[in-house]
C-alpha cells in the first residue's frame, strides 16, 4: 500500500528518471534510489548520469513487475511509477503498450499516471496515422495493446487473453494522466495534458513553487496542490493555494490539498508550538491548516470507479 495521501497502491513497471525542471530539485525517488542501491534492492543497480539523475535511478525497465496487478482481486487507485515517469524518452513505444495492455485488463483498478512529459504522452497515445488508411487517432497504439494479449507475440504479457482491443474503450476509463506543474513558465504542460487522451486529465502542482497565474484548468478534471517537504525545501505561500482552489471552483477542476510544506510547518504556531513541533513535519494534517484551505475533493470519474 502507499502513503500518499491520494492514492493506494504503488506499480513501479519502470525505474529511474532524469531531472528535467526546477520541481525535480530535491526528488524523493532519487533520494530513496540511493537508499535502496545501498541495501541492495535489485531494481535499483542501475546508477543514472550523475548530472540529471543519481545512485540507482537511471531509467530501467522491469518486465517482470507487469503481471502484479492481474494479482490484486481487490479494487484500488494505483499510482504508476511513483520512483519513475512512464513517459521518459527511452521508455520504449512497444513497453509502454505492454503496460497499456495490462491496465485495460483489470478495469477493476483505477490508474494514476504523472508526468512530466505530457508531450510524449500526447503524441504517443493520440497515435496519428501515418499507414495512409485513415485510422482514428490511437488505433496503432491499441493494435500494439493487443499484440501484447497474443501469447505468440515477442511483447506478451503472461496472463493477458486476446480481445483487449475489443473489450476496451478508448481512452481507457480507468486510466487517470497527470502532468506536474510547479511554476509559472511550467504552465504550458497544461496544453499537451488536454491533447492527451484520458478519462481523467490532472495537475499535481508540487512542489509548488510560485503563483500560478497563467495556469489555463480548461478541460483538467482534478488539481492536486502541495508545498514541498524534506531537505532543503522551498518556501510556499498559503494564498498560491488559496488563488488555485479559486480557480479550480471557477473552472469545475475537483481540488485537492496534499500539504502546506515543510517550511510552512516549521514557522506556523498553533497552541504555542510549532505545527513541525506538533509532529506534521510536512504541513499534511488539514486540522492545522486555516479552514479554506482543507480541502480535498476527488474526480467525478473516482467515485464510478
Same mark, same amino acid.
Given at each position: 500500500?502507499s502513503?500518499?495521501?491520494?492514492?493506494?497502491?504503488?506499480?513501479?513497471a519502470?525505474t529511474?528518471?532524469?531531472?528535467?525542471?526546477?520541481?525535480c530539485? %530535491?526528488?524523493?525517488? @532519487? +533520494?530513496?534510489a540511493? =537508499?535502496? &542501491?545501498?541495501?541492495?534492492q535489485?531494481?535499483?543497480?542501475n546508477?543514472g548520469?550523475?548530472k540529471?539523475?543519481g545512485?540507482?535511478?537511471?531509467?530501467?525497465? %522491469?518486465p517482470?513487475? @507487469? +503481471?502484479?496487478?492481474? =494479482?490484486? &482481486?481487490k479494487?484500488r487507485?494505483?499510482?504508476?511509477?511513483?520512483m519513475?515517469?512512464?513517459?521518459h524518452?527511452?521508455?520504449?513505444?512497444?513497453?509502454?503498450?505492454?503496460?497499456?495492455?495490462?491496465?485495460?485488463a483489470t478495469?477493476q483498478?483505477?490508474?494514476?499516471?504523472l508526468t512530466?512529459?505530457?508531450?510524449?504522452?500526447?503524441?504517443?497515445l493520440?497515435?496519428?496515422?501515418?499507414?495512409?488508411?485513415?485510422?482514428?487517432?490511437?488505433e496503432?497504439f491499441r493494435?500494439?495493446?493487443?499484440?501484447?494479449?497474443t501469447s505468440h507475440?515477442?511483447t506478451?504479457?503472461?496472463g493477458l487473453?486476446?480481445?483487449?482491443y475489443h473489450r476496451s474503450?478508448?481512452?481507457?476509463?480507468?486510466?487517470?494522466?497527470?502532468?506536474?506543474?510547479?511554476?509559472?513558465?511550467?504552465?504550458?504542460?497544461?496544453?499537451a495534458l488536454?491533447?492527451?487522451p484520458?478519462?481523467?486529465?490532472?495537475?499535481?502542482?508540487e512542489?509548488?513553487?510560485?503563483?500560478?497565474?497563467?495556469?489555463?484548468l480548461t478541460?483538467i478534471?482534478w488539481l492536486?496542490i502541495?508545498g514541498?517537504?524534506?531537505?532543503?525545501a522551498?518556501v510556499l505561500e498559503p494564498?498560491?493555494?488559496d488563488?488555485?482552489?479559486?480557480?479550480?471552483r471557477?473552472?469545475?477542476t475537483?481540488p485537492?490539498?496534499k500539504?502546506?510544506?515543510?517550511?510552512?510547518?516549521r514557522?506556523?504556531?498553533?497552541?504555542g508550538?510549532?505545527?513541525a513541533?506538533?509532529?506534521d513535519?510536512?504541513?499534511?494534517k488539514?486540522?492545522?491548516w486555516?479552514?479554506?484551505l482543507?480541502?480535498?475533493?476527488?474526480?467525478?470519474?473516482?467515485?464510478?470507479?
Amino acid at each position: 500500500m502507499s502513503k500518499i495521501e491520494w492514492t493506494e497502491q504503488t506499480w513501479n513497471a519502470t525505474t529511474g528518471c532524469d531531472r528535467i525542471s526546477p520541481g525535480c530539485d %530535491h526528488c524523493y525517488a @532519487l +533520494t530513496m534510489a540511493k =537508499r535502496l &542501491k545501498g541495501m541492495g534492492q535489485a531494481k535499483y543497480q542501475n546508477d543514472g548520469n550523475p548530472k540529471t539523475s543519481g545512485p540507482g535511478f537511471a531509467l530501467t525497465l %522491469h518486465p517482470d513487475v @507487469l +503481471t502484479e496487478p492481474l =494479482r490484486w &482481486k481487490k479494487p484500488r487507485k494505483v499510482f504508476v511509477n511513483s520512483m519513475s515517469d512512464l513517459f521518459h524518452a527511452r521508455v520504449p513505444r512497444e513497453f509502454l503498450a505492454r503496460v497499456f495492455a495490462v491496465m485495460a485488463a483489470t478495469p477493476q483498478h483505477t490508474y494514476q499516471i504523472l508526468t512530466k512529459r505530457p508531450e510524449r504522452a500526447a503524441r504517443i497515445l493520440t497515435d496519428l496515422c501515418t499507414c495512409g488508411v485513415g485510422h482514428p487517432p490511437g488505433e496503432h497504439f491499441r493494435s500494439s495493446m493487443e499484440w501484447a494479449a497474443t501469447s505468440h507475440s515477442p511483447t506478451y504479457v503472461p496472463g493477458l487473453e486476446r480481445g483487449i482491443y475489443h473489450r476496451s474503450g478508448w481512452p481507457l476509463p480507468n486510466v487517470w494522466i497527470g502532468t506536474s506543474i510547479e511554476s509559472d513558465d511550467y504552465a504550458r504542460r497544461a496544453n499537451a495534458l488536454r491533447n492527451t487522451p484520458a478519462a481523467v486529465r490532472f495537475i499535481s502542482a508540487e512542489p509548488l513553487l510560485g503563483p500560478l497565474p497563467s495556469l489555463d484548468l480548461t478541460g483538467i478534471d482534478w488539481l492536486i496542490i502541495g508545498g514541498e517537504s524534506g531537505p532543503g525545501a522551498r518556501v510556499l505561500e498559503p494564498w498560491w493555494i488559496d488563488d488555485l482552489v479559486y480557480e479550480a471552483r471557477q473552472a469545475g477542476t475537483a481540488p485537492f490539498v496534499k500539504q502546506l510544506g515543510s517550511v510552512w510547518a516549521r514557522h506556523t504556531t498553533i497552541n504555542g508550538k510549532t505545527v513541525a513541533a506538533h509532529g506534521d513535519t510536512k504541513g499534511g494534517k488539514p486540522e492545522y491548516w486555516p479552514a479554506e484551505l482543507r480541502v480535498r475533493e476527488y474526480p467525478k470519474a473516482a467515485s464510478d470507479a
